[in-house]
Structures are given as structure tokens and as C-alpha cells.
């Protein structure tokens, strides 16, 4: 199984970006985002199952949406109207039943 994460990079405060998590070796039920601050705990940024239904964390609602192609098995991350709070490394991750497998990570940093 690997994860292979793209799009991350240095933007300013208002700009969007989109992340890539390319999924091989199996079929997943649930992938997701994830996203660790310097110095913060890794957090939840936002989940979507295989049919589609999708969950967010409280400090990205309303401005990132997360999607997949399940034909491509990859999923994506749009995030609009980014934030200094936002700077992260972004981690994908993707399960099926109680084995869950992680992406490298990719870093995300907005400028003020």
C-alpha cells in the first residue's frame, strides 16, 4: 500500500491550494486529511467514505472541501481562503475496516 501526497507549497493569507493523495494497493473505505502544526497534535481536517458522505474539522468548515475518485483511488483537499492557522504538514491517510495506512505528508505554509 502507498500514499503518495502532493500540492502542498508557500501561499499568501486569502489564496487556495489543492492537495493530491494518490492511493495504491488496495480499495479504501474512508481516506482522509489530517494536519500537524509545529509544536500542536495531529488533527482531523476532513473525511469522506467511499459513497461520499464527508465530515470537517470546525476550523476548516466552509472553506475546504474534500472529494475523490474512487475510479483513481485519490482524493483531494480544496482549500480556499487560507489562513496563517492553516500552516501544517498535511498528511493523508486511508482505511479500510481497523487498518488505517498514512502518507508522507505534505507542508502547507500561508504567509500573513
Known amino acids: 500500500v502507498q500514499l503518495q501526497a502532493s500540492g502542498g507549497g508557500l501561499v499568501q493569507a486569502g489564496e487556495s491550494l489543492r492537495l493530491s493523495c494518490a492511493c495504491s494497493?488496495?480499495?479504501?473505505?474512508?481516506m482522509a486529511w489530517y494536519r500537524q502544526a509545529p509544536g500542536k497534535q495531529r488533527e482531523l481536517v476532513a473525511r469522506?467514505?467511499?459513497?461520499?458522505?464527508?465530515n470537517y474539522g470546525d476550523s476548516v468548515k466552509g472553506r475546504f472541501t474534500i472529494s475523490r475518485d474512487n475510479a483513481k483511488n485519490t482524493v483531494y483537499l480544496e482549500m480556499n481562503s487560507l489562513k496563517s492557522e492553516d500552516t501544517a504538514v498535511y498528511y493523508c491517510n486511508a482505511a479500510m475496516g481497523d487498518v488505517a495506512y498514512w502518507g508522507q505528508g505534505t507542508l502547507v505554509t500561508v504567509s500573513s
Open positions: 469522506i467514505s467511499r459513497g461520499g458522505s464527508t
Open positions: 494497493g488496495s480499495i479504501f473505505i474512508v
